[in-house]
Structures are given as C-alpha cells and as structure tokens.
C-alpha cells in the first residue's frame, strides 16, 4: 500500500513541487487514488465500464496535469487484442506522456487504467509490465553499460525470477537458467537481425541497430501488448520499412501493438485502428480511411486549408 | 514470443558456456587473486606486514560490498562507517558483556545490521544524488554520535577491548592465522560480488543504474533492487567490522567516523567503479599508502586531501579501469 | 523559567545565525554549480583563523576582519578555479569526493600553517555579560544577530540590484535561459565561490571569541550548516535564513530540555527527516529535476 501523497515519480519530470504551489492551490501531480484501495499486486476486478474481453487495455477518463497544464485530457478508449492500433497528433499534442501513462511511468491525476481484468490504475511501472505491457522510448533508454545480448537478457527479467542466495552462490539452477535466457535472448536478436552485435557494447552500435535493440529487450518480456513510441524516427525508408514488415510480424503473432508515430505512410499502411489526440483531448478514432476523412483531423494537422495530402502518403 | 523456437540447453553448449565463463574476465581476477593471497606470504618478512595485509584484506571485503552498490548500482553511502562499526560494536558488546561464542556474536551482529539497513534503507533510497549522500551521512555520523556518547555500553570515544576470535575451542590470535582467516574470508566476498554480478539481480542494478525508467517498464522493481544491494552492501561492512573488532581486540568510535566513510568511498572510487578487483584494488592502495604517508606525519592529511582531488579530477573513473583502458590501447 | 526560555532562545538564535550564513554559502554555490561544497566549513575557519594570526601580527580589527574575509574568499575562488571548473559534467560522486578531497586538503594545510590546537579570539566588544530579560548575554552574541542582518540585507541589494547579482539569481533559477541571454555561467561560478567563502569567513569571525576555534572547528560546522540548507530548502536563500534560524533553535531547545549530551544528533536527525518526508525544506525552491 501506498503512502498517502507519495511524491510523484517524474520521469521525465518539470513539474514542480513544494509547498508554495500547493498553498497556491495548483494541483501537485500526487496521483488520485480511486476510491477503492489501488491494490500493490494484482487482484481481478470486474472494471465497470470496461467489459471487454481479456487483453483489452481499457482506458477510462484518463486525465494527466502538470501544475495547470492539461497534458492529457479526459481521454477514453479501448485496444483491442491482437490488433495493430495507432495514435497520431500534432506535436505537443501529449502521445508520449499518455504512453508514459499507459506503462505507469506517470500515474493519472484522474481516470482509470484496466488491462484484461487488472486494474492498473497508479501502479508503478514494473507493475504494468509484470501485467503484459512492453515498451520502447523515443529517446533510446539502452542500458549503455551493458552488451546488446546483456541488454535482452535483461528484458527477460520478469521471466527470470532468481532468489538473492540463488544469485550469491550460483547455483546450477541459475546457471541453466540462465543458459535458457541466454539462448532466448540470441533468438531475440536473430529475429531482429542484431545476431553480430550479439556481444558489443551497446555504446558501439549504430543508431538503427539500437532501436531494433529496444524493441527486442520490450519483447524478451514475452509482453501481449507492446507500446511502440516512435519507431520509425530518425531512420531512412528502407529501415521504416523493415519496422513496417516487424509489426506486421508482430501483430500476426497475436501481440497487440500500439505505435506512437509521425510517419504517416507507415502508420496508414499498419494500423486496424488509428487515435488522434490533440492538445491533449482524443480528437478523434477509428480506421485509417475514416481518420483520413475526418474534417477535424484535417484542420488539426494542416490548418482551415484544404490540403489533406499529407495524410494520403 | 510463440514463434520462437524454444532452446534446450544440450551438453556440448552447456560444456560451451562454462569454458567461456572460465575466461571470463572476471574468474582471471579471481584467480589471480587467489594467487596473491596464497602466495604473498612467500615475501613478507616480519608480522608488521601481514599486519598490513589483513587490513587490507578487510578493508577491502567492504570496498567489494560498498563497490556493488556505488559502482553497479550507482548509488551513494557517505555513511558506511556506520554499518562497520555497528558489526564491530555488537559483536564485541555480545561477546564480552553477554559471554556469546564470538563466530555467533558476529553472525547476530551481522543480522542485526541487516535489518538496521533494511529499515533505513527504504526511505533513504527514495532519495537521489546529493540528497541520498546527505542522508547516508547523516546516519553515518548519527551511528558516531551515538557510539561516543553511550559510553556505559560502548567506553564513550575511548573506545572498548573486545575478547578474541574463538572458533571450536580454538583462538584465533596472531597474525599469521588471521591472515588466512582475512585472506580466505575476502576471497569469499569476492567470489560472492561477482555471482551476483553475474546475475539477473545484477544486470537488474546495472540497468537501474544506466534508466530507471527503462529498467522499471522491463519489469525490475528498482526500489526493492536498491534495498536489496544496500543491505548486502551494509552486511559486507558489519562482517568486516566485526572481524576488525576480533583482530585487533580493541575498537573505538573513530572507526564510525565521517572520515572513515570517506576513506572507504574514495577506495572503491578510486580503485575503479563497477570493478570488484578495482574495489581491492583501491583497499590495498589507500591502506598502504598512509603507511608511507606517516613518515610525513603532518602533511598526511594534505596529501590525501590531493590525492583525493587529483584522482577524481584526472581519473574520474579510477585506476584500474583508466589502465585497463590504456593498455587496450597499446595492445596493437 | 523565563529566564532559561531566554537564555536558549538567545543561544539559539546566535548559532542559527553562524548555521545561516554557512547555509547562505552552501545555496550560492548550490544555485550555481549545482554542487555541494563539502568545503564549505573550511571557510568558516579560515576566517577564525586568519583572524587569530592577524590580530597576533597587531592588525587593528577591522583591518584584520578585512583580511581574513580576504583570504577566505581567494581560498574558495582558487578552489574554483583549480578543482572544481577542471571537474565540469562529473557525475555526484565525482563531484562529492573532490569536494571532500578538498575540505581535507584545506584541513591539511590549516594544520600545517597553525597548528592543532585551541585558539582563543578577544571578542569584538568586551566581555561583560549583558542581563536581558532574566537571561544573561555575551555582547558578541549580539554583534552575530546583528552582524547577520546586515549581511543578508546587503545580499538583498546585491541580488536586486547589482548586474553580478542579478546573474547569479538567474542561473539559480535556471542555468540554461540564463547562458541564453548572454551570461557567462564561468563567472558567475567564480564569483560564487569567491562570494560563499567570504560568507563562510564572515561566520567564522563572529563565533570565534564564543566558541574557540582550531583547524576541524569547520566539520561539525559545515555539516550542520548543511543541515540548515536542506531544511530550508537547498538553493533557497531566505530558506537558508530561517532553516539556519530554526536549526539554531532547535538545537538549543532541545539541549537545552531534552539531553545535552545528544545536541550534535539533533541536526542530523532534522535533517533526516527533512529528507524523509520534505526533501524540498520549508521554502523548497523548485524542482525541475532532471532523473
């Protein structure tokens, strides 16, 4: 349980704290807890109006402000398994922070978090990943003191569950166990075509590399649902294609994808389902055609102008 | 990921695997300092230097406990001193006010550490940066205080005799004896470190070192990862307190000092974060040092005030690995 | 009973006032650099020292106050210049130990240029003991509260009013927009370092003739000023003002009723707590941190 008015996690965090602004009456950012207890560790709760089936993530009135500013406003939806689901927006339009809400990096001012049956709702983030949530970040989180291979062994965590006198003493069990991480994670990296940097400093490796190497540490966590925040940034055609042909490999396997994305072709030709958040509030949802369509989204991107080009790449 | 292939580890891998955990880097210095502990007492002469030596030895079983947790975990202790002293105190008040066989005084005293880092350790480590020093420091001289003050238990700052190390009957004096007691006991603290290095709890620490965010969406509970490190790290001090305390039958509350704490940070800094021989490494150097350094006798302090500056600021990563790197490059 | 409740308060605002300035110092720099300047009690001995060897070379006071706030502050600007600036993007650790490495260095020197023992500093206006309310009154006391004041309304002036000034309070509120409009963050460093050893030499010389001073006189000093920071709130600067006040209070108090003998703990069980529940202090100045 936790204590009331934990301070705030704030990765990455400006929002301000302290007395001063409190006794301005600004809000802190301390998460608001839902008026039953948010339990610590999972306990099935049939969410109200969330009554879908296991593996949706269900988003409720999820509202995210620092100090006055509404970075996330009353926004409401539900992914579905095994599809491919997309949110677009304008820049600042508050994609990264609703994924840092959806992996639990920021906990809700207000709003629920369900995922299947489990209530997620201002649980830390490994909590969020030990319930199927995988993710990748913008700005490269590799873990750069280690090896590519280290790296996805290290995705593997929750699936590796090793005692503190396991580890001290080296027990064979661990050692098998860890040959079986070792084994996956090579697999990982075949998968993504990392098998030579299986070995290198993650400090060594290219920029295109490194982001194939987040995503294969999101997926050694063997997660059902992998958020993807902006896969495609700062590759060249051919490697967005490759994301492309990964995703669509992905989501075959039954994993439900979510990709943040800017490139419009790639989000067009991948997505079953687009989002579109601006200034903070879901503008609008639906198929890509009907997303393509939509007036506001038109005017949100481009302007009152007729110019819809863009977003028939 | 379904589609994988699921990996049965055969015998020739497994054969694979172990040959390349043999040529580790890591077993080479275990190896090598094994050797060294076997093999010093082959050139050293008189008692004055295996004295030298077991205070290094146990000077470094807390630099290698205290480098897991600065140098893998990327934490900072300003106040370790404290866990040292409160082994060395409570195994000596055990044995000698309560008459408890001194291998369990130290075992209790050791546990009792533990749970006193457990307890502190979870606020304390909610803290970052500057704000996490200053509060290991503020218990470290808290702990000080406290020791000096308490003198009906503890002899007040001019400190309290401690009865020797028995083991089956057996007493355990002198110092040709406590250096392999010392030796052995660092060797198993090494030993230990690197496992758990080795292990998903330390690749879990390097990641939380490296992106707590990353380390966290992978799924490692990063608090309970930093208690846990801490508490090894504080149990490792409160067995070379303890051990401290048996072998030179005498302690005071200097060994609960700021200075002392610092003396054991800029070891492991020194010696090479994220190194566990660095960790020896930067015991043996800054333990011996000061024993050239009395001859200098009122420009010790001077000198280690330089030696401090100089280091972090030219070798900020400290020795080992700086030579580790040079010589890779020399190699052709 | 009133009279006691006077006697601590007065000893109680006295130290508040040294832990203030030694805080004011550790905010400068902390605003800065964003470094914790372990060093910081160092200056404060500086001050008394060179005060005693000034005055024993004959200086008359002023002169001598002058002199050893002097060479305090070029103490600090060389600790700047030579340790510091040389250490620019280290990491926590890195930056801690220099800074430690320093207080011992400084502490080394002081050993070797004085020597080990107690030295004793005529105070500023006689001895006589001044009857207040029941309670009893060093007139040095009064010369720290009101030394005190001074200082920090001449701070007020400086940071309202001065160009340097001016710079350094937008470097503490933030560093990046501040090197924006074209101020030179090297300077501003500089001048703080420069600016909290005089701070800390300031201190030094006021508490000298009350309590003795020697070379590690700026340890327990430093630490709890540091204390005094942190509950104020660390970059504050009136924070720095009422978290000295506070801690001197508390301290005294506490003393005072609860055990003399634990005084010492009582700024670092504050502290704690203070890192506990509100690491941002009292005045807690804002936090953009950056994980």
Redesign the interface.
Same mark, same amino acid.
């Given at each position: 349980m936790r204590a009331k008015g934990y301070?705030e996690r @704030?990765?990455?965090?400006?929002q301000?704290? @302290? $007395? &001063?602004l409190s006794a301005a009456g600004l809000p802190q950012g301390v998460r608001a807890a839902p008026p039953e207890a948010v339990p610590r560790t999972s306990r099935p709760m049939r969410p109200q109006a969330c009554g879908d089936p296991a593996g949706t993530l269900c988003v409720e009135r999820l509202s995210k402000e620092f100090g006055g500013v509404h970075a996330i406003e009353d926004v409401s939806f539900a992914i579905r398994p095994g599809t491919v689901h997309s949110i677009i927006g304008p820049n600042g339009a508050g994609k990264t922070t609703l994924l840092n809400l959806l992996?639990?990096?920021y906990a809700p001012s207000s709003g629920r978090i369900v995922f299947g049956e489990r209530e997620l709702t201002g649980a830390?983030?490994?909590e969020? +990943?030990?319930a199927g949530i @995988?993710?990748t =970040?913008q700005n490269l989180?590799? =873990?750069?003191? %280690?090896s590519a291979l280290?790296n996805v %062994?290290?995705?593997r !965590? &929750?699936r590796?569950?090793?005692g503190?006198l +396991?580890? %001290?003493? !080296?027990t064979p069990r $661990?050692?098998?166990a860890? !040959?079986?991480?070792?084994?996956?994670a090579n697999?990982?990296l075949r998968?993504l075509g990392l098998e030579d940097y299986a070995h290198s400093g993650a400090d060594s490796m290219p920029y295109g590399a490194l982001k194939r190497l987040e995503i294969a540490?999101?997926? +050694?966590?063997?997660p059902q649902l992998l958020l993807l925040d902006e896969p495609a940034a700062g590759l060249n055609p051919t490697e967005a294609l490759e994301i492309d042909g990964l995703i669509k490999r992905l989501a075959a396997? @039954?994993?439900t994808v979510v990709l943040v994305e800017h490139n419009m072709r790639l989000v067009m030709g991948v997505s079953d389902h687009i989002l579109v958040l601006d200034y903070g509030r879901k503008l609008c949802e639906g198929t890509a055609d009907e997303v393509r369509n939509d007036p506001r989204v038109i005017e949100a991107y481009l302007g009152a102008t007729d110019a819809p080009e863009a977003l028939h790449a | 990921m379904d589609s994988l292939a699921r990996c049965e580890p055969n015998a020739s891998s497994r054969f694979d695997a172990l040959v390349a955990r043999w040529r580790a880097p890591r077993t080479v210095g275990f190896v090598a300092l094994a050797l060294v502990v076997a093999l010093l007492p082959l050139v050293m002469v008189n008692n004055y230097y295996y004295d030298i030596a077991i205070l290094v030895a146990l000077n470094a079983i807390v630099c290698v406990g205290l480098n897991l947790l600065i140098g893998y975990a990327g934490q900072i202790s300003l106040g370790h001193a404290g866990f040292f002293a409160l082994g060395a105190y409570g195994s000596a008040l055990l044995a000698s006010r309560y008459g408890w066989p001194p291998v369990v005084a130290l075992a209790a005293a050791t546990a009792g550490v533990g749970l006193v880092a457990y307890i502190v350790g979870r606020p304390i480590l909610r803290l970052k940066g500057h704000y996490l020093a200053m509060a290991t420091l503020g218990f470290g001289i808290i702990v000080s205080i406290v020791i000096s003050t308490e003198d009906g238990w503890t002899g007040g700052p001019d400190g309290m005799p401690v009865p020797p190390l028995t083991l089956f009957g057996f007493v355990l004096q002198g110092e040709r004896t406590w250096y392999w007691l010392a030796g052995g006991c660092l060797l198993l603290a090494v030993w230990i470190a690197s496992n758990l290095i080795d292990s998903p709890i330390g690749r879990a620490l390097r990641a939380v070192h490296t992106s707590e965010v990353a380390a966290e969406v992978a799924g490692i509970d990063s608090a309970r990862h930093k208690l846990l490190v801490f508490v090894v790290s504080a149990v490792f001090a409160a067995v070379a307190g303890g051990l401290t305390a048996y072998y030179g039958g005498f302690i005071t509350p200097a060994k609960a000092s700021f200075l002392h704490s610092i003396e054991l940070v800029t070891m492991v800094v020194f010696g090479g974060m994220a190194s566990t021989l660095g960790a020896v490494v930067g015991a043996a150097v800054l333990t011996i040092l000061p024993q050239f350094l009395t001859v200098l006798k009122e420009y010790e302090m001077v000198v280690f005030g330089a030696l401090m500056m100089v280091t972090m600021i030219f070798f900020p990563r400290g020795i080992v690995p700086t030579l580790g790197r040079y010589l890779q490059r020399r190699r052709p | 009973m009133g009279g006691q409740w006077v006697q601590f308060l007065a000893g109680g605002l006295t130290s508040g006032a040294i832990y203030a300035l030694v805080a004011l110092g550790f905010s400068i720099i902390f605003n800065a650099s964003r470094v914790i300047n372990f060093a910081q009690g160092e200056f404060v001995m500086i001050g008394g020292m060179s005060m005693v060897s000034l005055t024993a070379l004959g200086l008359p006071t002023g002169v001598a106050i002058a002199g050893a706030v002097a060479i305090a502050a070029v103490v600090g600007l060389l600790l700047e210049k030579f340790a510091i600036a040389r250490a620019r993007g280290a990491d926590v650790v890195t930056l801690i130990i220099i800074t430690i490495g320093a207080s011992i260095f400084l502490r080394g020197i002081a050993q070797l240029v004085w020597d080990k023992g107690l030295h004793a500093l005529p105070p500023l206006s006689g001895d006589n003991p001044i009857a207040l309310f029941g309670a009893t009154i060093v007139p040095q006391s009064l010369w720290v509260l009101g030394v005190t004041v001074v200082i920090v309304s001449a701070l007020s002036w400086f940071f309202g009013s001065t160009r340097l000034g001016k710079a350094m309070l937008a470097t503490s509120h933030n560093r990046l927009a501040a090197q924006l409009v074209g101020i030179d963050i090297g300077i501003v460093l500089f001048a703080s370092f420069g600016l909290a050893a005089a701070l800390g030499a300031v201190a030094g010389v006021l508490i000298a003739p009350i309590t003795f001073t020697s070379y590690d006189v700026g340890v327990m000093l430093g630490l709890k000023g540091f204390a005094a920071a942190i509950l104020g709130g660390l970059g504050s600067f009136p924070g720095a003002i009422a978290g000295g006040l506070a801690l001197g209070l508390l301290e005294s108090f506490g003393a005072g009723f609860v055990s003399s003998a634990y005084k010492d703990v009582i700024a670092f069980l504050i502290m704690l707590a203070v890192l506990f529940f509100r690491p941002d202090g009292l005045l807690g100045a804002l936090r953009t941190e950056r994980v």
């Open positions: 301070p @704030g990765w990455p965090s400006a301000p704290e @302290g $007395l &001063l992996t639990g990096v830390p983030p490994h969020f +990943a030990a @995988g993710r =970040f989180q590799i =873990f750069f003191n %280690m280290e %062994m290290t995705g !965590h &929750l590796e569950r090793c503190l +396991a580890a %001290m003493l !080296h $661990l050692a098998r860890e !040959h079986e991480c070792r084994a996956k697999e990982l998968f540490r999101a997926l +050694a966590a063997e396997t @039954g994993t | - | -």
